[in-house]
T-cell receptor, first 111, second 114 residues
Framework: LAKTTQPISMDSYEGQEVNITCSHN???????ITWYQQFPSQGPRFIIQ???TKVTNEVASLFIPADRKSSTLSLPRVSLSDTAVYYC????????????FGKGTRLSVIA | DGGITQSPKYLFRKEGQNVTLSCEQN?????MYWYRQDPGQGLRLIYY???????QKGDIAEGYSVSREKKESFPLTVTSAQKNPTAFYLC?????????????FGQGTRLTVV
């Protein structure tokens, strides 16, 4: 099965909203869509998950269209500390299937 | 504190030696995973285990071995057959069933061959 597809990198100024899109062309029916954040020399950290429509938590929003073939992670008013790599791995249907990561999107926030 | 712990944080190995990386979790998770990450790259799956005494190969299992004798522990051995073992190794765990999809990662072990 193909991995998910994301832009390799993005730049943004502090205070702007950032939207990162992921393509999930082969998503399984029971898979949730999940996003992770990774800082250098650390393990990835879970940010948000969703199945359909829109989900919002204290960190981000996740938009998922009806066909579920893509998702958009939205980070409101980014700061320098949001500089990291963001992943949308395949296989989000709990521990029954492993998470398969692509190369992620490297977000650089500029002052 | 519940969590997943990897040790050591840094490890140096001479060529031709086997070395074992530790991963322990107290989250009562059934599934555990090992990933390898090279500079500027994403995570690649080495091995995973969904239950005690059972594990499956991931995309890059050659030169690695694992065991899962206890639910809490999933050690990874990097054998001398692994030709390019210098990398950052990450262990993760996840619950099974329902919406329990969040994976928890350790802080990683950076292995260097000297």
């Amino acid at each position: 099965l193909a991995k998910t597809t994301q832009p390799i990198s993005m730049d943004s100024y502090e205070g702007q909203e950032v939207n990162i899109t992921c393509s999930h062309n082969n998503i399984a029916t029971n898979d949730y869509i999940t996003w992770y954040q990774q800082f250098p020399s650390q393990g990835p950290r879970f940010i948000i998950q969703g199945y359909k429509t829109k989900v919002t938590n204290e960190v981000a929003s996740l938009f998922i269209p009806a066909d579920r073939k893509s998702s958009t992670l939205s980070l409101p008013r980014v700061s320098l500390s949001d500089t990291a790599v963001y992943y949308c791995p395949r296989g989000g249907s709990s521990g029954n299937t492993p998470l398969v990561f692509g190369k992620g999107t490297r977000l650089s926030v500029i002052a | 504190d519940g969590g997943i712990t990897q040790s050591p944080k840094y490890l140096f190995r001479k060529e031709g030696q086997n070395v074992t990386l530790s991963c322990e979790q107290n989250l009562n998770h059934d599934a555990m995973y090992w990933y390898r990450q090279d500079p500027g790259q994403g995570l690649r799956l080495i091995y995973y285990s969904q239950i005690v005494n059972d594990f499956q190969k991931g995309d890059i299992a050659e030169g690695y071995s694992v065991s899962r004798e206890k639910k809490e522990s999933f050690p990874l051995t990097v054998t001398s057959a692994q030709k390019n073992p210098t990398a950052f190794y990450l262990c993760a765990s996840r619950g099974q069933g329902g919406r329990n999809t969040e994976a928890f990662f350790g802080q990683g072990t950076r292995l260097t061959v000297v």
